[in-house]
């Protein structure tokens, strides 16, 4: 496809990173670090955010509901099953948005109707008629996918997709469910049902792929040129199994070969490097470091040939800036003697934006750290931020920690930590310091969670760099992740668990609230 010199097609941006993300196994975000990825992606111009799945529990309702009532551009969708009650509760968490969508969604190839609706494909229909209609009853904006579109036999598809328009749908959704389409039969399904249904010119449709066999991307695109004009993807493509399609990579993708294909996008791109590192610490799920747009060697040149041509021309081996990413070169911006005033501008020059009480405690930190660390860079900067965001209303702290190390032993941990506001005191052994600061922490707050991830790596460069920690652990059914940072391994190890213990802690407290 080539352009010409018209206008180009606008394709919205549909942000699923609060909902479809979230159910990455380990990925749930709190309230307040969910409020500050919706604000970014409403800054960053994404033109609706699919908020959560409101009938799924009462933190999800409220969620979904507190960024409705904050939106100022973004529409803002709930998720709903084809089920009265989850449109009802969907319709009402999005009622105080300036601009609500309510995004339905049933079951319509053969296998999934036999084994997980078992419901004939005449029932399928009535089931959309009467939901998409009470959902139209409740805003302007619906939205209808037909799950594992995919795996749908065509014409039948193209009778739920003329059912669902009829009754009141506007955007259509055709999602490859589980990844397993190529882009050329994702391509001329869109192309067949545009044309065969006689009522499709009433509807945007959308494109929602998944990444099982690492098409989400290619596949997006290629619905596109089908006709598709909105896209469904989060940021760094978190989400189910293999993830969806990632946000930047389309936006930037489209930006870049603008020859092949003639759309836009209304996203302020020099924002995409800061919501993939909100994100990433939000979810606790490191970027990979060859991840495209994002990743932390996406504009690295080690071969001799590519740096020769790069100091040359950066377009021999740069398709695009850094910096139309908003990725700009690590400097040395901040010190011990930098004050409030300076702290604060350089916030706003990273884009971060925090209330009074947020922001006096990460400039304690910041003043922390610079005494122990001789440099301190904007990345550091940023960590300190998503600490504090993810660390807000935790009742376990880390107080002090101290250990012994050495070649022959003992590897011993002597830790403190608050618990609802009582210190408490802990020593034990290890074999290793990780063991024995762990060991310590379960001594104080027992458990039966499996440790199934312990991961390091360094923020910034430098021996004194802050070292960033990963884990996850495994409470029965419930999986979580949670990072956090220090110069000190040890302390962000500790930091880390005691992390990821508050989120297992916290949704066990939700549950019991629900069965209450």
Not at 346 to 363: M, R, S
Request: hydrophobic fraction near 45%.
């Amino acid at each position: 496809m080539t352009t010409t010199s018209g206008a180009r097609d606008r394709v919205l941006i549909f942000d699923t990173t609060l909902r479809d993300g979230e159910q990455c196994p380990g990925a749930t975000m709190t309230l307040d670090e969910k409020l500050a990825v919706a604000e970014l992606l409403d800054t960053m111009g994404v033109d609706i955010i699919e908020a959560g799945f409101p009938i799924a529990s009462n933190g999800d309702f409220e969620a979904v509901a507190e960024i409705a009532r904050r939106s100022k551009r973004a529409v803002i969708a709930g998720l709903a099953r084809a089920i009265p009650a989850d449109i009802a509760r969907a319709g009402e968490a999005v009622r105080h948005a300036q601009r609500g969508r309510i995004h339905t969604f049933v079951s319509t190839s053969p296998i999934h109707l036999a084994h997980q609706m078992r419901k004939s494909e005449d029932e399928v229909v009535e089931i959309i008629l009467k939901t998409v209609a009470q959902a139209r009853d409740l805003v302007d904006d619906v939205e209808w996918s037909a799950m594992d579109a995919t795996r749908t036999g065509i014409d039948y598809l193209c009778r739920c997709v003329e059912a669902a328009i009829r009754a009141g749908a506007t955007t259509i959704n055709l999602p490859d469910t589980v990844g397993y389409a190529t882009p050329s039969e994702y391509r001329a399904m869109f192309a067949a049902v545009r044309e065969r249904v006689p009522n499709a010119d009433k509807a945007v449709f959308s494109v929602h792929c998944h990444n099982d066999l690492g098409l989400a991307v290619a596949n997006t695109l290629a619905g596109l040129e089908g006709g598709a004009r909105q896209v469904e993807c989060t940021v760094n493509g978190i989400g189910e199994r293999a993830g969806n399609a990632a946000l930047e990579e389309v936006v930037m993708a489209i930006r870049t070969r603008g020859d092949v294909m003639p759309f836009e996008t209304g996203i302020e791109s020099t924002l995409l490097t800061r919501a993939s590192k909100l994100v990433s610490h939000a979810t606790n799920f490191p970027v990979q470091f060859n991840k495209a747009i994002v990743g932390r060697n996406a504009f690295a040149h080690e071969s001799g040939i590519h740096q020769d041509g790069m100091l040359k021309n950066a377009e021999t081996y740069e398709i695009m800036t850094p910096a139309s990413v908003g990725l700009a070169k690590t400097s040395l911006v901040m010190g011990k003697h930098s004050g409030r005033a300076a702290f604060r501008s350089k916030l706003g020059e990273l884009g971060l934006h925090l209330t009074d009480n947020q922001f006096q405690d990460v400039f304690e930190r910041f003043k922390a750290l610079a005494d122990r660390k001789k440099h301190v860079y904007d990345e550091d900067i940023e960590a300190l931020v998503d600490e504090n965001l993810a660390t807000a209303h935790d009742r376990i702290r880390l107080v002090s920690l101290s250990v012994i190390a050495g070649t022959h032993g003992p590897q011993r941990a002597t830790l403190k930590i608050m618990v609802d506001e009582r210190t408490v005191t802990e020593e034990a052994d290890g074999n290793g310091p990780v063991d024995a600061v762990f060991n310590a922490i379960h001594a104080l707050v027992p458990h039966e969670a499996v440790l199934e991830l312990y991961q390091v790596h360094a923020v910034t460069e430098g021996t004194d760099a802050q070292a960033e920690v990963s884990v996850r652990l495994k409470d029965g059914e419930r999986s979580v992740t949670a990072r956090g940072a220090d110069p000190d391994t040890l302390v962000a190890s500790a930091k880390a668990y005691l992390s990821a213990l508050n989120k297992l802690s916290a949704a066990a407290r939700r549950l019991h609230a629900q069965a209450i």
